[in-house]
T-cell receptor
């Protein structure tokens, strides 16, 4: 498998513009996570999906952020309008339902480095 | 609330042993993970503990004490390529799927 795929890898945009980040999870994984990483706050969970349904979006900073998962192989994270404080690396990760007594490590994509000027 | 503490940075010498500590206070506990993250790259899974004790995996070992809310990652025979950030993460509850709460990470520098 190719692993978790994210696009674009780098995005530079101006304040006020809409930004869309894309993720393709590993085939067969039924959990998908969106994280944001900054020096100040570390790695923060924004939202996660199970079987394409959003389960917990308590980490989404504000209404400017939205995420969708229209099918098992694709998810988007949208920021509209973007602000300079949104500059960060955004990671997508996926995993599978753990078996009895098992564990389910998350597999991370390469990330999208977002810069909002 | 959820709180996970790790030292911000550590320095060690090539060939030596280093221990990275992690303490946690979470609303529940269903496993602790360690991830390695090289600069500019994604985190990659290193180890998992859910029961008390030591888990060994080659040069890396991880220890857990649930009663103390404490874990450590032990790296032996350090190599230059071990210079990276090490992230401690707790899964609060099995009912929350695979949701993880991450610590800030410990930046390890390995010197010749």
């Amino acid at each position: 498998d190719a692993g978790v795929i994210q696009s674009p890898r780098h995005e530079v945009t101006e304040m006020g513009q809409e930004v869309t980040l894309r993720c393709k999870p590993i085939s067969g994984h039924d959990y998908l996570f969106w994280y944001r990483q900054t020096m100040m706050r570390g790695l923060e969970l924004l939202i996660y999906f199970n079987n394409n349904v959003p389960i917990d979006d308590s980490g989404m900073p504000e209404d400017r952020f939205s995420a969708k998962m229209p099918n098992a192989s694709f998810s988007t994270l949208k920021i509209q309008p973007s602000e300079p404080r949104d500059s960060a690396v955004y990671f997508c990760a996926s995993t599978f339902r753990p078996g009895q007594g098992g564990y389910n490590e998350q597999f991370f994509g390469p990330g999208t480095r977002l810069t909002v000027l | 609330g959820q709180n996970i503490d790790q030292p911000t940075e550590m320095t060690a010498t090539e060939g030596a042993i280093v221990q990275i500590n992690c303490t946690y206070q979470t609303s529940g506990f269903n496993g602790l993970f360690w991830y390695q993250q090289h600069a500019g790259e994604a985190p990659t899974f290193l180890s998992y503990n859910v029961l008390d004790g030591l888990e060994e995996k080659g040069r890396f070992s991880s220890f857990l004490s649930r009663s103390k809310g404490y874990s450590y990652l032990l790296l032996k025979e350090l190599q230059m390529k071990d210079s990276a950030s090490y992230l401690c993460a707790v899964r609060p509850s099995v009912g929350m799927g695979g949701k993880l709460i991450f610590g800030q990470g410990t930046e390890l520098s390995v010197k010749p």
